[in-house]
């Protein structure tokens, strides 16, 4: 059974700032998305990671993979207070039909 | 790009209402079609994957009963909450899927306020 988790679950940090929210997930996965959140909303596709040492940036957000350690990383770039939002990450397992399956999230707010 | 149209985007009922939401694929076939919860400050939890024509699969825990799952084309999903109670109150998402290999494009989510 897939499970992913992420850290931290919260953070808060000023702007300018870079950080890394973490994910790891429990066994093979066939991609892993990001995703973000806005309060009220639904979700947002940020990336799709497909392979082991993909690595995808939009803005100042990159996201990275490693398969071999089952993580993955959403690197944030000199944070703006617009990126403030929640942001989950999810694996996927196809059998039969694609099932998504998330972490908990992170909230992040970002102080001017 | 694929745009999957949820709706309504919010209800306010009384207790032992039933709500039925609509999900749909606006400008692609949704072979596979999936419905979410999500409480308030929780992750989104999959209740069931319905696929056109055939019965949907729950997830463990959800009540087939309760949560009536009808994927009558190939654009349209509903969800019909039967007899809802304030505990069924809570974000409703919807997506669809194109196939085994592309990714789910999602709804903008319903709010289902149970008073």
């Known amino acids: 059974e897939l499970k992913v988790e992420q850290n931290p679950l919260f953070l808060s940090m000023q702007e300018g700032k870079n950080y890394t929210i973490y994910c790891n997930y429990s066994?093979?996965?066939?991609?892993l998305y990001w995703y973000r959140q806005d309060p009220g909303k639904s979700l947002e596709s940020l990336f799709v990671l497909l392979s082991n040492g993909a690595v995808k940036q939009e803005g100042r957000l990159m996201a990275s993979l490693d398969t071999k350690a089952r993580l993955s990383t959403l690197h944030i770039t000199a944070a703006v207070h617009d990126l403030s939002a929640t942001y989950f990450c999810a694996g996927d397992i196809i059998q039969g039909a694609q099932k998504l399956v998330f972490g908990q999230g992170t909230r992040l707010t970002i102080n001017p | 790009g694929a745009v999957v149209s949820q709706h309504p985007s919010r209800v306010i009922c009384k207790s032992g209402t039933s709500v039925k939401i609509e999900c749909r694929s606006l400008d692609f076939q949704a072979t596979t079609m999936f419905w979410y919860r999500q409480f308030p400050k929780q992750s989104l939890m999959l209740m069931a994957t319905s696929n056109e024509g055939s019965k949907a699969t729950y997830e463990q825990g959800v009540e087939k009963d309760k949560f009536l799952i009808n994927h009558a084309s190939l654009t349209l999903s509903t969800l019909t909450v039967t007899s809802a109670h304030p505990e069924d109150s809570s974000f409703y998402i919807c997506?669809?899927?194109?196939?085994?290999?592309?990714?789910?494009?999602f709804g903008d989510g319903t709010r289902l306020s149970i008073l």
């Open positions: 066994t093979t996965s066939d991609r």
């Open positions: 997506s669809a899927g194109q196939g085994t290999n592309q990714p789910q494009h």
